[in-house]
């Protein structure tokens, strides 16, 4: 069995508890490898590693240029050990075995558009009100930046925090979730082998509140990059509150899929099944909230049951499997719970709504794809994350009314809309109350364009040019070029 160690300057060791605990396969049950259980002590040695990297000269002397070819170089080696690496990830969180090695490779762009990027942030010189100066601006780094990440997707959430973190020029401390943190392991690996210096880039494991909370509490600790629930990034924020750090957070959601009659169905159905029953709902932006139109409602619910009655459930190793198990055990039963809850409410059952167990169900961990009609927007299967393959449907009259029931709802991380009528979908587009709004396509990504959270579901944005920025600061320099100071005790 795989026993794993921190990565603290450079150095693998032991956790100072001198315990691990141990990982297992969501399909199987299969305790597979051991994870390190870091506490303060192991969060302060991370923080003061990834400080002095910061000061030193090897990396602070780095031109934006060297950090640039850096990047790329860790780019290519992520693309060389793509099967590899999403093989860890897949064992870790139970993944499709089909989507995983794609998402890796998807990983390496986002390193090579930030190792683009390092060299062309550019400050500005400024046509200043004064006669006597020279006034720029520069843009500098940060520090030590603290990235905290979820189980469902971590290399990829990783790779949004990392890559414009070390473009920028500041170092990291990677803290993963203690569900699913071996493929951080392995892909510090790859940072060793591509070069960066001692310190640049650490990985601290263990609980939230036992190594997370200290990462982000550490006086040295100048930003804190968290991606996992609203509750853990509210803890998170008021943990950086005393010290006045950075923060981006990006959250939760419980996004409107938007049908109207006079969309192509077809597509709608599919773009309404991707969005809830990808990755088995357990993403930030499922569409857990179908808005239908009345006068199609009955025809898309009886086409979604249709097509997501035959999805192939099971071992998310095999390539031919759709809906792979849950990933951890405490999710599992939260979906049950808020499935069970659901029914209480009075929403309809019309799909799933129980466990699936036995025969080609390995230890159990699975829920049914689950589709409730008959949702009123103030039920709480309408208002809170499930993060499981969960769909809530609700029908409206009009326009107005899709666009009251979509924005109210605390979170605001995504939206999309079904239409063929250009004029509808724009209005929409400037109404709706979310980071990321997409018009006859659902979960579309790209690390050139931001991605965040209106409302509940974040503060800031990851991917883009503008992300860059997160991880920066700006220094606003004055020369004197004709030294003209009449009267010094006068403001001016
Ligand atoms: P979580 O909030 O429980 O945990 C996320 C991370 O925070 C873990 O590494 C955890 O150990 C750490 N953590 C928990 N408490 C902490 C504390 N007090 N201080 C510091 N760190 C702490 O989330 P999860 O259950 O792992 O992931 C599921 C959630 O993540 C869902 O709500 C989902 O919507 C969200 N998510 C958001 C995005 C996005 O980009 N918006 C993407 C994926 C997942």
């Known amino acids: ?27 199987s049950g299969k305790v597979w490898a051991q994870i390190p259980r870091g506490v303060q002590a192991d969060a302060d040695r991370a923080v003061e590693a990834a400080h002095r990297a910061f000061l030193s000269p090897e990396w602070a002397d780095m031109t934006a240029t060297q950090r640039g070819a850096l990047l790329r170089k860790l780019a290519g080696l992520i693309e060389a050990n793509a099967e590899a690496l999403g093989a860890v990830e897949q ?16 990983v390496a762009q986002w390193f090579y558009f930030y190792a683009g990027l390092a060299d062309k942030v550019a400050g500005a010189v400024v046509p200043i009100n004064k006669a006597d100066v020279f006034n720029y601006t520069k843009y500098e780094p940060l520090g030590v930046v ?24 500041n170092t990291l401390v990677i803290k993963p979730s203690e569900f699913a943190s071996a493929s951080l392991f392995e892909l510090a690996r790859l940072t060793e082998k591509a070069g960066f210096p001692r310190g640049v880039v650490n ?19 100048a930003k804190i990059a968290f991606t996992g629930g609203d509750a853990g990034g509210q803890r998170v924020n008021e943990a950086a509150a005393p010290g006045l750090k ?52 009955d025809e898309v619910v009886a086409r979604l049951v249709a097509m997501v009655g035959e999805a192939k459930i099971g071992d998310p190793a095999a390539s031919d499997t759709q809906i792979g198990p849950i990933a951890t055990r405490p999710q599992w039963e939260k979906i049950l719970r808020m499935i069970e809850m659901a029914k209480r409410e009075g929403a309809t059952l019309a799909l799933g709504g129980h466990a699936l167990s036995g025969p080609g169900y390995g230890q159990g961990q699975f829920v049914a794809p689950t589709i409730f009609t008959n949702v009123r927007n103030d039920m709480r299967i309408a208002q809170e994350e499930v993060f499981g ?42 109404r709706l109350k979310a980071g990321t709004v997409w018009v006859n396509n659902y979960r579309s990504t790209s690390f050139a364009t ?22 920066l600061q700006t220094k606003s320099v004055w020369i004197t070029t004709r030294p003209n100071r009449a009267n010094p005790f006068l403001l001016g």
């Open 1 to 27: 069995m795989e026993r794993y160690q921190l990565f603290i300057g450079g150095e693998w060791c032991d956790p100072s508890t001198s315990e691990w605990f141990e990982t297992e396969e969501p399909f």
């Open 91 to 106: 064992r870790d969180n139970g993944k499709l075995m089909a989507e995983v090695a794609g998402q890796v490779r998807n």
């Open 146 to 169: 603290v990235a905290i990440t979820p189980w469902n997707s971590p290399l990829s959430l990783t790779a949004w925090k990392m890559a414009p973190a070390l473009a920028a020029g």
């Open 203 to 221: 990985v601290v494991t263990g609980y939230g509140h036992e190594v997370g909370e200290p990462l982000v509490r550490h006086p040295l600790t």
């Open 246 to 297: 950075k923060v981006t957070l990006e959250l939760g959601g419980k996004s409107p899929n938007i049908v109207f009659d006079d969309a192509d169905l077809d597509q709608a159905v599919k773009g309404v099944i991707a969005g809830i029953f990808a990755a088995s709902g357990q993403t930030c932006m499922a569409g857990s909230r179908l808005l239908v139109q009345d006068t199609v409602h």
């Open 389 to 430: 393959p969960v769909l809530a449907v609700l029908k409206f009259r009009d326009e107005e009314e899709a666009l009251r029931i979509a924005n109210d709802v605390p979170f605001g991380l995504a939206a999309a809309v079904w239409t063929r009528d250009l004029h509808r979908a724009l209005h929409c587009v400037d």
């Open 450 to 471: 931001p991605f965040g959270g209106y409302k509940r579901s974040g503060l800031g944005r990851e991917g883009g040019v503008e992300a860059i920025k997160e991880y």
